[in-house]
């Protein structure tokens, strides 16, 4: 049986220095202005109102009980649940109790939520604007070039993501073109900037989508437009149908099977 012939393309060696290097110097030090950017652009953060606070860790509360049910016993689950479920249900975590059953406040008329809202395009621009610079520099210099083959097999399903900017059918999949280079370091050098900025930075455009897209990881559980009342009726739901099961259940009987 006749073997596949290797494919095989004679580029300049000056490729590596003049495209690829360039571009991954580029991005890397873009992410490090990024990250001192989004630093400097960081306004002060108000100090949240006592209310305010608790009605934030009121629903986390119900979270982590939810979360963590299989570490309490039996007696302990069902008397913090049938208390938050009351509590949740009665407004009683409530910041506004008298707004309970009214329609969410205009975001653009509540000061936490155009700074907040603020503080988002701040972030999406920082994203935005550098990305779009350095993709219009790659495609008025280096647009068409295939500048590296990876040493390992890939499926024709890679092909449009490795080979952008090439109009070629019959290019191995391998070959990996300068656009495409862009996008790969666009989302592969999280660990570049961990190691050089640490755990906790700005650089990566993929961990600030992350950050968006969970909103209640950060420091402000409702988002602008946001009912508190809505979020604990559902928690308190959640929290009714959890079917608790203790981990200790039965563990002297499961050591005793071990031992014997």
């Known amino acids: 049986m006749a073997q596949a012939v290797a494919q ?17 110097v580029v991005m890397i030090l873009t992410g490090v202005l990024r990250h001192y950017a989004t630093i400097l652009m960081q306004t002060t953060p108000k100090k949240q109102d006592i209310k305010a606070l ?8 119900g979270i982590n009980l939810r979360t963590n049910a299989s570490v309490l016993s039996p007696s302990s689950f069902q008397a913090r649940k ?13 910041k506004d109790p008298d707004s309970k059953g009214k329609p969410p406040a205009n975001p ?22 550098p990305q779009t610079l350095i993709m219009g520099w790659i495609n008025a210099f280096f647009a068409g070039f295939v500048i590296m083959k990876l040493p390992f097999p890939l499926t024709i399903r890679f092909k449009s993501m490795l080979q952008s900017g090439v109009a070629t059918s019959d290019l191995d999949v391998r070959w990996v073109s300068s656009l ?19 755990n906790d ?27 508190p009342d809505k ?23 499961r050591l005793l099977e071990n031992i014997t």
């Not at 280079?181 to 640490?198: A, E, P, R």
């Open 8 to 24: 095989v393309i004679h580029r300049d060696p000056a490729l590596f220095y003049w495209i690829l290097f360039p571009i991954t």
């Open 82 to 94: 049938t208390y938050l479920v009351s509590a949740y249900q009665a407004g009683t975590f409530l």
């Open 201 to 227: 930075n700005a650089a990566s455009q993929m961990a600030q989508q992350m950050a968006q897209m969970n909103p209640s990881a950060g420091a402000g559980m409702f988002g602008p437009g946001q009912d």
């Open 108 to 129: 653009m008329t509540d000061p936490a939520g155009m700074d907040q809202m603020m503080g988002m395009m701040k972030g999406n621009m920082a994203m935005i604007v």
């Open 180 to 198: 495409s280079w862009y996008f790969l370091n666009l989302f592969g050098l999280q660990s570049v900037f961990t190691f050089i900025l640490g």
């Open 54 to 61: 608790r009605e934030q860790r009121a629903l986390l509360r």
């Open 231 to 253: 979020m604990f009726q559902s928690e308190a739901e959640n929290l009714e149908v959890v079917e608790h099961e203790w981990i200790l259940e039965g563990v002297e009987t």
